[in-house]
């Protein structure tokens, strides 16, 4: 007779419910789509939708290539750490570069230096070149109000806009990815993590990371209640000092716009307790894109960006 306690082999845990959503994801898209693409940047959400990616579908490669959208102003560290995890993957690297619009002239510079809000005539452009008609994005619904209103899929138009009216429901964990000519859809695995779910699950999985997401000594100058980086994208200013700090980063996107956090974590079991003290959202505390208006992710998400 089996023991009353075999039941609890059967259980899975927090993380294991959120990995086995993940996985269900990336296996259904691969089956009702032909042309994939991941969305991967080096942060630590890509690289968990890598991760898991690999897991997926495992021990055959990955079957989609992965899409980096490149400002020119992205931490040299996380470039590098970008093409050895591709490698190591062994998974297809497209790169689309801003500069390309701005040097041709499809894109014009900004007066404030950042080029985050930029990425979006690239990103539309390349998921038409590449015809990829679906789109795997790194976005949790616990990051910023906009993205709270997401599902798993997300319907876009023929110009890559996004319409409520057209989201569909999401029962039982069916997902209809029906589309037009033209359309494809946005995917989001980790809908339902939060940022300390993800830390939780690096530090299981054993995932290695940029550096820069643990505590270091840089340079930084403060503009708006933020630690930035200097660099040739316009920083610091007449009157911005630069002063060293020992800091680390939540997020990580353009130079311009994300800035760094006062911190002693230099392991992932610090970060995990810094994580689970904080009240703000990593979006909220160090993302200056997000703090161009009220409803600066709703904006872009209505022209096609996230």
């Not at 990995?19 to 693409?37: K, L, M």
């Not at 790194?138 to 319409?163: H, I, M, P, T, V």
């Not at 964990?173 to 980790?190: A, K, S």
């Not at 000092?241 to 974590?265: F, K, N």
């Amino acid at each position: 007779m089996p023991g009353e306690n075999d039941s609890a082999a059967y259980t899975l845990d927090h993380l294991d419910v959120l990995e086995s959503e993940a996985v269900h994801v990336f296996r259904e898209v691969v089956g009702e789509f032909d042309r994939p693409v991941l969305l991967f940047s080096g942060g630590k959400d890509s690289v968990v939708m890598l991760h898991l990616a690999a897991k997926a579908f495992a021990p055959s490669p990955v079957p989609f290539p992965v899409l980096h959208v490149d400002t020119g102003h992205n931490f040299p560290e996380v470039l590098t750490y970008r093409d050895e995890t591709v490698e190591r993957v062994g998974v297809r690297l497209v790169v689309t570069y801003v500069q390309d619009w701005i040097d041709d002239g499809r894109l014009k510079e900004r007066a404030d230096g950042t080029r985050n809000p930029l990425q979006t005539v690239p990103l539309l452009e390349s998921i038409v070149s590449g015809k990829y008609d679906s789109v795997f994005g790194g976005g949790r619904r616990d990051e910023e109000k906009a993205r709270a209103k997401e599902r798993f899929f997300s319907l876009r138009d023929e110009f890559g806009q996004w319409d409520p009216r057209r989201q569909r429901p999401e029962l039982w964990d069916v997902y209809n990815g029906r589309r037009r000519p033209g359309e494809h859809v946005r995917v989001f695995p980790l809908s339902n993590w939060t940022e300390l779910d993800v830390w939780s699950y690096i530090e299981r999985e054993k995932i290695e990371l940029p550096d820069l997401y643990y505590s270091h000594e840089r340079e930084v100058f403060s503009r708006d209640g933020m630690w930035l980086t200097p660099g040739e994208w316009g920083g610091p200013k007449e009157g911005e000092e630069l002063v060293t700090r020992t800091v680390r980063y939540r997020t990580v996107g353009d130079m311009s716009c994300t800035g760094a956090v006062e911190s002693e974590a230099t392991t992932v079991a610090d970060v995990i307790v810094e994580v689970a003290a904080s009240r703000l959202t990593e979006r909220g505390a160090t993302r200056a894109d997000d703090r161009m208006s009220e409803a600066a992710m709703e904006d872009r998400k209505r022209e096609g960006y996230f």
